[in-house]
């Protein structure tokens, strides 16, 4: 093992023995070299005024070799701002500033040893970075039966995880926090866990109420007080969009310092809070340790960086880094909100309007970008393929029986003319006898 990672496994092992025991073997193994060509460049950009011959980019005039093709389109920007190498980390200025933003919109992180967001090639990156980390074969990743199916592929099949499955729903409708209680404790004999908490949740758009946000953060420290490791996982890639009757904060401060077996993992971005979907900008930030902790966690996670991607994209890191600095970012921010919440509003009243409660229900929605229908008649993938063969009309089959519908994508005006055509879609196959 390389001394670098042994230093660092000792750093984490006295500071807290069980997220040492987090670590998936590969998270033991890595580490960030300290002098590597990064390091050296890192050096040499402080120390070398005269001649810098370290870095692999082209240098002209002073500054990053450019296309002119290429910069007449950016020329907002400086060139040292988006053509060089953005570090591992990312942007210093933008981790800075999400981690302002992110304290301002989540108080409950406030004095709970937060560290300063590393900067990913968005939330997915982010997640495949904690399978990483924290996942051996075998290990349990627990994830309600409502999910994102890229889950499987990070958890699953990249990192040979066993995917436990809760209700996301219980009787009354609300979040199971029981049920993700009984799966988390099914997991004593293995002494881990991985626990995926996505809220506002893709793909049924739920985000629990205050008193369902208590009840999970207290089925995770029953675990941990049970002797089980919980890596807590807050999967945030919605977060900001609660229209309605529901938590307006990421678990993740609820959950940092709540018990030492308890790892506070957030993973966010600008993707869908900024409304930024191809610049590819997300963040992992650990919660609730110590800053020694904090510090080997950045350098296992900067390793898992260096050995993959090396860096993100400097442009877009630049691009959010000076929204957020605008003076006009929070009208503009707001304006979006209000379209968004204005769709799920309409949405909402047309389920509501009992027209259509013979063919299907809805499952809860209070956020995000996206609804859940629950057929009643006939199969989810022969209406898909109807409504997009027959009206040109695109969902999403889940299971049997459940249709996704993003209403994030359909102009207000537009929703009711949607949800009718899903509606006669229905009629028609129950004509042809097309029932499940």
Request: net charge negative; charged share 25%; with cysteine.
């Amino acid at each position: 093992m390389n001394p670098l990672a042994s230093k660092l496994n000792e750093t984490i092992a006295k500071e807290n023995q069980h997220v040492y025991d987090m670590l998936s073997d590969l998270g033991k193994l890595i580490y960030f070299p300290k002098e590597g060509i990064l390091s050296q460049s890192a050096e040499a950009k402080q120390k070398a005024n005269k001649f810098n011959a370290t870095i692999g980019i082209a240098i002209e005039n002073g500054e990053p070799m450019h296309l002119k093709v290429i910069q007449d389109t950016l020329s907002a920007y400086k060139p040292k701002d988006i053509y060089e190498y953005a570090p591992p980390a990312g942007k210093p200025e933008l981790r800075s500033a999400w981690r302002a933003k992110m304290l301002e919109e989540n108080p409950s992180l406030e004095g709970k040893g937060l560290g300063n967001p590393i900067a990913t090639n968005a939330l997915t990156h982010g997640l495949s970075i904690v399978a990483d980390l924290y996942t051996d074969k075998g290990d349990a990743v627990i994830i309600p039966d409502k999910n994102w199916e890229n889950y499987e592929l990070t958890f699953g099949i990249r990192r040979g995880a066993e995917l436990v499955y809760y209700p996301l729903y219980n009787e009354q409708r609300k979040f199971n926090a029981a049920g993700l209680r009984d799966a988390l404790m099914a997991q004593k004999d293995k002494g881990k866990a991985i626990v995926v908490l996505n809220f506002p949740n893709n793909p049924t758009g739920y985000t629990p109420g205050h008193e369902e946000g208590l009840e999970i953060v207290a089925a995770v420290k029953e675990a941990a007080e049970a002797g089980i490791n919980v890596v807590a996982v807050t999967d945030d890639a919605y977060f900001g969009l609660f229209f309605e009757g529901s938590m307006q904060e990421s678990l993740a401060g609820q959950l940092a310092g709540i018990h030492p077996r308890v790892l506070s993992v957030k993973v966010d971005g600008a993707t869908k809070e900024e409304y930024v979907w191809g610049f590819r900008v997300g963040f992992i930030t650990y919660a609730g340790l110590s800053d020694t902790m904090l510090a080997a966690l950045e350098q296992k996670t900067m390793g898992i960086i260096r050995a993959t991607i090396s860096s993100g994209p400097h442009p877009s890191q630049t691009f959010v880094l000076h929204a957020l600095q605008s003076p006009d970012f929070k009208a503009q921010k707001q304006e979006k909100f209000d379209i968004m919440k204005a769709r799920a509003n309409r949405t909402k009243s047309l389920l509501d309007s009992g027209k259509f409660d013979s063919v299907w229900e809805y499952y809860p929605f209070n956020s995000g970008y996206f609804m859940c229908l629950k057929l009643k008649t006939v199969g989810a993938e022969a209406l898909r393929v109807h409504l997009l063969d027959k009206y040109g009309i695109g969902t999403i089959a889940l299971g049997e029986a459940d249709l996704r519908v993003a209403f994030s994508c359909i102009e207000e005006g537009n929703i009711e003319e949607l949800f009718e055509t899903i509606y006669q879609g229905v009629l028609d196959l129950e004509k042809v006898g097309a029932a499940k």
